[in-house]
């Protein structure tokens, strides 16, 4: 009988706590384009987030393919890995380890360096060494981060629905 109440009192705790849903207070369209190591993909996604957590869902032909979910954790569909291992395996070595993260968001990387504003209202960050030629542009409604010395973008646009009335 103990074990009874065991096995439904952990079945219990699994339903209620494990298995709830994150809620996100910002969920957005978008086009995305991701060519990393690991990662191979153009179309459509969703960039949910609340604070610092993250996710990036990935449609192709309106199915779901992968999801990134960058929190305590970062999880894909591969398993749960921390900041650093992810962005030493899916981006990176030298990296910093919230760059990820910090892209999706359309926030500062490497601490800011090598950032410029333009007239126009863009920001973009030029960081160029021995091991990495980045360029990283944001604003009118685009992300877009290239390393050209290790083959590396991350493109991301506001989706925008043809008008025939345009």
Known sequence: MQKFFILWGSLLALII????????????????????????????????HEGESVEVELFTAGVAVEKISIDALVCVTAGCMSEEAFVKEYLYPDYPRDTMRRIVLGQDIFGGR?????????????????????????????????????????????????????
């Not at 709830?20 to 949910?48: A, M, Q």
């Not at 290790?150 to 008008?163: A, M, Q, R």
């Open 17 to 48: 706590g494990g298995c709830s849903t994150k809620h996100y207070r910002v969920s957005e369209p978008k086009i995305i384009t991701l060519k990393t190591p690991k990662i191979k993909f153009s179309d459509t996604g969703y960039i949910r």
């Open 114 to 166: 090598g950032k410029e504003e333009m007239c126009d209202g863009r920001l973009f960050q030029f960081i160029r060494n021995d091991e990495m030629d980045i360029i990283y542009r944001r604003g009118k409604g685009e992300i877009y981060f290239k390393d050209r010395l290790n083959s590396l973008i991350i493109k991301i646009e506001d989706f925008k629905e043809n008008n025939a009335t345009e």
